[in-house]
C-alpha cells in the first residue's frame, strides 16, 4: 500500500488488482505508484489476489475475503475514506476482470471503476490458445457451465445494474480485444456517457500498461 505523507484523515483510495501469474508487488516494480499517488493525493492499495480470479472458489474464496476482511481492515487501520464515493478499483488483465467484477456487484462500494485490457469474457479467455491459465487450473475456480454464467461480466452488471462511471482500456494487438470491444459496446449501450473506452496500441503487457497508467489515474481522480 502506499499513502501519501500529507496527513489527511481520509483519503481517497484506488484499489489496484494485478494479473494471472502476478502478486502484490507488480505495480510496485513496473510503475511508479509512489509518484502517482503522491501526484494525485490517493491511497493506492495493491493486495496479493493468488492467480484466484477475485472470485469464491475451493481454492480459495477470494472475493469474500476481500469484501468481508479486507476492505473492512484496512478502513480501520488506514487514513482511507469508506465512501462509495472516494473509492475506485482498478486492474490489469484478470485484475481487470476483478475490479469490474468486485466494482459492479457493490456499487454502494465504489463509484469508479478503470479495468485494463479486462479478461471480458472468461468463457472465451479459457478456450483461448494464448491464455497463459491452464484449462485444469480454470475448471478449479469455475468449476461448473453455471458458475461460468454467474461470473461473466455481462451477467454480473444485469444482476446488479450499477450506475458508476467506468474507463475500460484495451491495447489494439491484445488477444482479447474482440472480447473487450464486445464488453464496450455492451457498456456503452447502458451506461452511456458514465462509460468512457479508451482505445491504445500496444499488446497485453506491461509495454501497454505501463504506458497509460497516469492517463488512467488522471480519469480516476
Known sequence: MVIPDTGKKDYKVVWLLHG??????TWMRNVNIEKIAEKNDIAVIMPEGRN???????????????????????QNLLPISDKAEDNYISGVSMGGYGALKIGFSNPDKFSKIAAMSPVADIKHFSNNPKSPMPLQTFDTIFDS?????????????????PKQKVLQLCGDDDFMHDDN????????????????????????????????????FDWLV
Not at 494471472?20 to 508487488?25: F, R, V
Not at 484466484?52 to 484496512?74: C, N, V, W
Not at 457451465?145 to 445494474?161: L, M, R, S, V
Open 181 to 216: 470491444v464486445t464488453l464496450k459496446d455492451f457498456l456503452t449501450d447502458n451506461l452511456g456517457n458514465d462509460y468512457t473506452w479508451m482505445p491504445v496500441s500496444g499488446d497485453h503487457s506491461w509495454n501497454t500498461w505501463s504506458a497509460n497508467v497516469d492517463k488512467v
Open 52 to 74: 484466484a480470479f477475485y472470485t469464491d472458489s475451493d481454492f480459495i474464496p477470494y472475493y469474500s475475503f476481500f469484501i468481508k476482511e479486507l476492505m473492512p481492515k484496512m
Open 145 to 161: 457451465p453455471e458458475k461460468i454464467a454467474q461470473n461473466q461480466i455481462i451477467n454480473i452488471f444485469n444482476q446488479f445494474h
Open 20 to 25: 494471472y501469474t502476478a502478486d502484490d508487488t
